[in-house]
């Protein structure tokens, strides 16, 4: 038996990022390797979570997709 350990970060985003924007980052976010799930917090529309496989990718890596679309993100 396999177990897989996954950690998770929440980026926080800027509120004036437009839906479009954020369905953009949950789509391209999400399909990148080691990504196992990518999506907006429904409370609060400005924090990202993503779900992943530190084997596979950092932190570091994820944040600097997601300031593609919003250069001033920050990991929580």
Do not use: W
């Amino acid at each position: 038996m396999r177990i897989i350990m996954n950690n998770a970060i929440m980026i926080q985003t800027h509120p004036d990022l437009l839906q479009v924007q954020r369905e953009k980052l949950v789509e391209e976010v999400g399909v990148i390797d080691g990504v196992v799930v990518a999506r907006f917090n429904k409370r609060v529309t400005t924090g990202f979570f993503v779900l992943y496989d530190p084997r596979s990718i950092t932190e570091k890596r994820i944040l600097n997709y997601v300031k593609q679309c919003d250069k001033d993100a920050t990991i929580l």
